[in-house]
């Protein structure tokens, strides 16, 4: 595994030969712990926000316009 100073070393006084730049991510995903069957605010269960057949990859509701779950008060 490489260090970042393998990356930014100026061996000529000038310039680095790389700019780091962190890049950070978040991604929704589906928790199985969370119970499925939790109803979201649109009335539609929290697994039917996922693709069963796409590793459970957060598509929003299947039934409406949901995109993102939240619980039903």
Do not use: L, S
Not at 6 to 21: K, N, R, S
Not at 41 to 51: A, I, L, N, S
């Amino acid at each position: 595994m490489m260090n970042e100073d393998e990356f930014t070393t100026d061996t000529t006084g000038t310039e680095p030969p790389y700019f780091i730049e962190k890049v950070v991510t978040f991604k929704r995903q589906f928790n199985p712990k969370y119970g499925i069957d939790r109803k979201c605010k649109c009335g539609h269960p929290y697994y039917r926000h996922f693709d069963t057949h796409d590793d459970f990859y957060p598509v929003g509701c299947k039934y409406c316009d949901c995109y993102i779950f939240k619980e039903a008060a």
